[in-house]
C-alpha cells in the first residue's frame, strides 16, 4: 500500500474584518474562500482593460502613445 504525504497545500486563513469592497463581493458569492480570485480579477481588469480602452481611443497620440504601448506589450509578452 502505498503511503500518502502530509497535505502541504496552503490553507484558506479568513480575515477578522471585512471592507467594503469584500462585504460587497461576499453577498453575490457562495463561497468566501473565492474573495482572493475576486482580487485577481479586479487586478487583471485594471491592467487590461484600462489602457487598452486608452490606447483604442485617441486620448494618447504620438509619442504618449508609444510610451504606455511598448511598456503594456512587454507586460502582456512576459506573462504569457
Known amino acids: 500500500m ?3 504525504v502530509d497535505l502541504t497545500d ?3 486563513k479568513p480575515k477578522e474584518r ?3 469592497y469584500d462585504k460587497f463581493w461576499l ?4 463561497d468566501k474562500r473565492d474573495l482572493p480570485f475576486i482580487y485577481l480579477l479586479s487586478s487583471i481588469h485594471v491592467i487590461v482593460i484600462i ?3 486608452l490606447l483604442y481611443t ?3 497620440k ?3 502613445w508609444w510610451v504606455m504601448a511598448i511598456p ?3 507586460y502582456f509578452a512576459i506573462l504569457l
Not at 27 to 30: C, F, G, V
Request: glycine share 4%.
Open 18 to 20: 471585512y471592507n467594503r
Open 2 to 4: 502505498k503511503h500518502l
Open 27 to 30: 453577498k453575490i458569492m457562495n
Open 51 to 53: 489602457p487598452g480602452i
Open 62 to 64: 504620438d509619442w504618449v
Open 72 to 74: 503594456l506589450f512587454l
Open 58 to 60: 485617441s486620448l494618447w
Open 10 to 12: 496552503p490553507l484558506y
